[in-house]
């Protein structure tokens, strides 16, 4: 194979990591930016329209860590591939729903499906790069993980305000399907994939992931990054909707730029580990983000979006680093490891958002602040007391972009 060949076949696979990274999360949080007019819509309080954001975390949960198991057995891209498919569907069938009740059943399905498609292109990264490429493959991947998010609400934002909510799951279910005819040709057949034994062998090597330390501090972080995602971005949006502020879904969704923040940083993660140490890195950004969100209590809009900002860019570094740590932390099955790093990182998504509407309806938006403030103290004491010191660098994956 020539030289230009290549490269040209090198640069095709990065831009399908991208690619899947992008069709998964543009759909995942896509509703977040038309929350408060589908709760106008459907009569429904701001605890109860949000569980279209709740189901489909849970869902994701759910279905993480056998995502990774079935993977493991069947190879990673025709699992990723068919996923991207199979998630135009319920895109389709949201956008068709008559009832928040039918709503939240899509969205609970779509849930189910996402989990092939980024878990595994995580350890198809892992499996397929050597470590040095790997970071920059990383980067692109959570690169096009960011822009997906963002755009998904501000494309649901933007319609909804223009032509009804309705065209935009439409719009979105377009993009799932195209970005799988486009993966089928730009991502090759992986080639250091090893396959487990079968279920059962992988199964084993699951369960064995709960009994090392570093992994179960790890999935812990990974909780806390997706409960003050989940309770910042979801709760903000009623905030903001409110009086003064008024903002409008295609504003709402134009907020969201912020997680722009983290498509810039992430591809700095690794090196960033590598000077200061994977500990005091992370407790340093841990300490930035309590800054950040407190700036999002400030009357002044430009205020509150550098707040989330600043937010979104440290929880994207978490999820980076953590999920980095559990590459190199998983000795056997990658797969199953990152699934169940998943399923935590989703249950805390869930638990964001039920436990942020408590706050949400006790407090307002300064109980939800304090809410996520609190978490943060907690991620802090995680990493400082049971992460190890002198772990070596990994490359900065992340499954999620954050909510």
């Given at each position: ?53 709740t ?28 996923a991207?498919f ?6 389709v ?9 039918a ?12 989990p092939?498609?980024f ?19 990383a ?35 377009g993009?799932?399907f ?44 990974g ?6 995602f989940i309770c ?29 923040v983290?498509?810039v ?34 009357p002044s ?8 900002a ?17 590459t190199?932390?998983a ?73």
């Amino acid at each position: 194979m020539t030289t230009a060949a290549q490269s040209s076949r090198f640069a095709a696979r990065q831009l399908a990591v991208g690619l899947t990274g992008y069709c998964a999360f543009v759909n995942l949080y896509a509703p977040q930016s038309i929350l408060p007019l589908l709760s106008q819509e459907f009569g429904a309080t701001a605890a109860e329209v949000s569980t279209i954001i709740t189901v489909s975390t849970l869902a994701v949960a759910v279905t993480a860590p056998f995502t990774g198991a079935i993977a493991d057995v069947l190879g990673r891209k025709r699992v990723i591939v068919a996923a991207m498919f199979v998630l135009a569907v319920p895109t389709v069938m949201v956008g068709l729903a008559t009832s928040l009740k039918a709503i939240i059943f899509w969205r609970a399905v779509q849930g189910l499906v996402l989990p092939p498609i980024f878990a595994v292109t995580v350890a198809y990264i892992g499996d397929e790069w050597p470590p040095r490429e790997a970071t920059t493959a990383a980067g692109i991947y959570s690169s096009g993980s960011s822009i997906g998010g963002f755009s998904g609400r501000l494309i649901t934002g933007l319609l909804a305000d223009l032509i009804g909510w309705r065209s935009g799951f439409l719009a979105l279910a377009g993009i799932a399907f195209a970005g799988a005819v486009a993966t089928i040709f730009l991502l090759p057949h992986e080639r250091k994939f090893v396959r487990s034994e079968g279920l059962l062998a992988s199964g084993r090597q699951m369960l064995a992931h709960f009994r090392n330390g570093q992994l179960l501090a790890t999935y812990a972080v990974g909780f806390g990054v997706l409960f003050n995602f989940i309770c910042t971005f979801t709760y903000v949006s009623f905030h903001l909707a409110a009086a003064p502020y008024n903002l409008s879904a295609t504003a709402l969704g134009a907020i969201f730029a912020v997680y722009l923040v983290g498509s810039v940083l992430s591809p700095w993660v690794g090196w960033a580990v590598g000077r200061f140490g994977r500990r005091r890195f992370t407790a340093r950004v841990l300490a930035v983000w309590v800054a950040g969100i407190g700036l999002t209590l400030a009357p002044s809009l430009p205020l509150i979006i550098l707040g989330l900002a600043i937010s979104a860019g440290c929880g994207l570094i978490c999820q980076a680093i953590s999920t980095g740590y559990v590459t190199i932390t998983a000795k056997a099955g990658r797969s199953s490891a990152v699934g169940l790093y998943v399923t935590s990182f989703y249950v805390g998504g869930s638990f964001g958002a039920a436990i942020g509407g408590l706050a949400w309806t006790v407090g307002g938006w300064p109980a939800c602040v304090a809410l996520v403030a609190a978490m943060l103290a907690i991620m802090t004491v995680v990493v400082l007391f049971a992460w190890a010191r002198g772990v070596p660098d990994a490359p900065a994956v992340t499954p999620i972009e954050p909510p």
